[in-house]
């Protein structure tokens, strides 16, 4: 059985994680961390996400309970998480990294730490969205630089970044299968006299209303036709599942830095 600990535990994530840990007979959930201000500390983790007590108190110092876990699920925001793969890699503990919004230098700080410690990063880890990435890379290399490529994506009004993590992961796929360079040819949002569309570029369209769990579309558009690849996760469940699918993947792994293709052999 591995030991899971869950940090970010009391939000949108981390209570579908205690849930689909507490469905899994492969993992368990050892370790809820939140905030270490929050008014819900020392209550019940289980009774948190809705599942009933499951003898995990909720708590505010993830340094406190290293000996109790075996791999740590961090869904929160980047500068929380560097810190947190730091603890890890100082303590010989593998983590699955769910966290959008990095830079490039705090990828690079990934890259550096999975050296001494085996890490799943990946900004989505629905099936779905992982055999699109798949999807992508066919529909750009046979359709070609004729076509011209929208990214356009949807997510609930609670969202820090922007765009997401996914479709930027899209772009980096589509770019790469037409020998361009994402940082190049991406273009965000356009406005006032843009001019007409250079063929080129790579155009990303973010949409931020209600309670949209997360709808990504890419456009490959052209006289006469457009192909449109798109998906639409309706449960954060989606997500929870393949991070601890990630983690009990993860178990067998003493080093390196890995995504959603690989736990998932879609490689
Ligand atoms: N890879 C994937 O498949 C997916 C990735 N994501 C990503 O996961 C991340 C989290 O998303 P979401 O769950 O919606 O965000 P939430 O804001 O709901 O969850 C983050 C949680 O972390 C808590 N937190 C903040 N600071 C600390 C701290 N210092 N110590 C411990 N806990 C802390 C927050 O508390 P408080 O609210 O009080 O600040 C909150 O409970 C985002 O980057 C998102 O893009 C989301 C879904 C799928
Ligand atoms: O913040 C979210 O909610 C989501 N974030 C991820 C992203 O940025 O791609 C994945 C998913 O779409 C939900």
Same mark, same amino acid.
């Given at each position: 059985?591995?030991? &899971?600990?869950?940090?970010?535990?009391?939000?949108?994530?981390?209570?579908?994680?205690?849930?689909?840990?507490?469905?899994? !007979?492969?993992?368990?959930?050892?370790?809820?961390?939140? /905030?270490?201000?929050?008014?819900?500390?020392?209550?019940?983790?289980?009774?948190?996400?809705? @599942?009933?007590?499951?003898?995990?108190?909720?708590?505010?110092?993830?340094?406190?309970?290293?000996?109790?876990? %075996?791999?740590?699920? %961090?869904?929160?925001?980047?500068?929380?998480?560097?810190?947190?793969?730091?603890? $890890?890699?100082?303590?010989?503990? =593998?983590?699955?990294?769910?966290?959008?919004?990095?830079?490039?230098?705090?990828?690079?700080?990934?890259? @550096?730490?999975?050296?001494?410690?085996?890490? &799943?990063?990946?900004?989505?880890?629905? @099936?779905?969205?992982?055999? $699109?990435?798949?999807?992508?890379?066919?529909?750009?290399?046979?359709?070609?630089?004729?076509?011209?490529?929208?990214?356009?994506?949807?997510?609930? /009004?609670?969202?820090?970044?922007?765009?997401?993590?996914?479709?930027?992961?899209?772009?980096?796929?589509?770019?790469?299968?037409?020998? /361009?360079?994402?940082?190049?040819?991406?273009?965000?949002?356009?406005?006032?006299?843009?001019?007409? #569309?250079?063929?080129?570029?790579?155009?990303?369209?973010?949409? #931020?209303?209600? %309670? &949209?769990?997360? %709808?990504?579309?890419?456009?490959?558009?052209?006289?006469?036709?457009?192909?449109?690849?798109?998906?639409? =996760? !309706?449960?954060?469940?989606?997500?929870?599942?393949? =991070? @601890? #699918?990630?983690?009990?993947?993860?178990?067998?792994?003493?080093?390196?830095?890995?995504?959603?293709?690989? &736990?998932?052999?879609?490689?």
């Amino acid at each position: 059985m591995v030991r &899971v600990a869950v940090v970010g535990a009391a939000g949108r994530m981390g209570r579908v994680l205690i849930e689909a840990l507490n469905e899994n !007979s492969e993992a368990a959930l050892a370790v809820a961390i939140d /905030r270490p201000d929050s008014s819900l500390l020392g209550g019940d983790a289980g009774e948190l996400a809705g @599942v009933g007590k499951l003898g995990v108190e909720l708590s505010g110092r993830l340094a406190d309970k290293l000996d109790l876990f %075996d791999v740590l699920i %961090d869904f929160t925001h980047p500068e929380l998480t560097l810190a947190n793969v730091e603890l $890890c890699r100082e303590h010989g503990k =593998a983590v699955v990294i769910g966290t959008t919004g990095l830079s490039d230098a705090q990828k690079q700080q990934l890259k @550096v730490a999975a050296e001494d410690i085996p890490l &799943v990063f990946a900004p989505n880890m629905s @099936v779905g969205v992982n055999l $699109c990435f798949k999807l992508l890379e066919l529909a750009a290399k046979s359709l070609g630089d004729e076509y011209d490529i929208e990214i356009i994506e949807a997510h609930h /009004r609670h969202k820090v970044d922007a765009p997401s993590g996914t479709a930027l992961r899209m772009g980096e796929v589509v770019a790469d299968a037409l020998g /361009r360079n994402l940082s190049e040819c991406a273009v965000y949002g356009r406005e006032g006299v843009t001019g007409a #569309r250079d063929p080129k570029t790579i155009g990303f369209e973010t949409i #931020r209303a209600g %309670d &949209v769990v997360g %709808d990504h579309t890419v456009m490959f558009a052209t006289e006469g036709e457009r192909v449109e690849i798109t998906h639409k =996760a !309706s449960s954060r469940m989606t997500f929870a599942k393949g =991070a @601890v #699918r990630a983690a009990i993947w993860l178990q067998h792994k003493s080093t390196g830095l890995f995504d959603m293709q690989d &736990v998932l052999e879609l490689n």
